[in-house]
DNA sequence: TTTAAATATGTCAATTTGGACATATACTCA
DNA sequence: TGAGTATATGTCCAAATTGACATATTTAAA
């Protein structure tokens, strides 16, 4: 199916997708999961480490306590970028920021 | 970082005023930005080793040619979602992921 | 227990981000 | 050269994200 029929198709209200484009697109978002989820840990984790209470980090980062705790709760609110700012604000160094990745990707994969 | 790297990244919108400014940043944001650039780096490399075109890989992910060519430029509209989600559809491999995750600078576009 | 600190949850206005689109520029190749 | 393809740039508006705040719940120590 070409690329303009698929346009006016959507123009016209379908929801068009194949089925291989759905399983394509979750197992994409599965794996951007699954990467969010290693780095969450991995922020937690640093921070206990340092001893920062969330409002520490917060304060770090110029962020909020609330804030803080959604990142580690998983909320959908929050954004792989301040996932990644907390977890270089919390300390972490480039190689911490690898092996958490490295270890849970297994996992999860 | 190189001058000549300063100068597109003020281009692209970037918070950096002067070279002075740039180094007075926060590690923090420091690390982040070249974290981001790494990616960024990744996905265009990424991409042409499959030969995809920019339309090819927005289409693969849901997006839009000028939405890619903005990744690839850096532009500072782009958050770190978006590149790691352009950087998983464009056919990267987890090794892939995890090494431009952890490579400073080496390869430059 | 009581109290204080730490963490969690819900809401919301302001800001950031993203897809779509138009259009401009660049690159091939005949 | 010109046509076709690829990439770049600027804009718009909707959707996503964020800090801040209030408040609830949990945890820790006395």
Redesign the pocket.
């Known amino acids: 199916m070409s690329a303009d029929k698929l346009?006016r198709l959507?123009?016209a209200g379908w929801k068009v997708g194949s089925a291989e484009d759905f399983l394509q697109l979750s197992d994409e978002e599965a794996r951007l999961v699954a990467l969010k989820l290693s780095l969450i840990s991995a922020v937690k984790k640093s921070r206990i480490k340092r001893k920062l209470?969330?409002?520490d980090l917060a304060q770090r980062?110029?962020?909020?306590?609330?804030?803080i705790?959604?990142i580690?709760?998983g909320d959908?609110?929050?954004?792989l970028?301040?996932i990644v700012r907390a977890l270089i604000a919390s300390g972490a160094t480039t190689r911490d920021i690898q092996a958490a990745f490295t270890s849970k990707e297994r996992m999860a994969a």
């Open positions: 346009k959507r123009a209470s969330q409002t980062m110029k962020s909020s306590q609330s804030r705790a959604k580690e709760a959908s609110s929050v954004s970028d301040l």
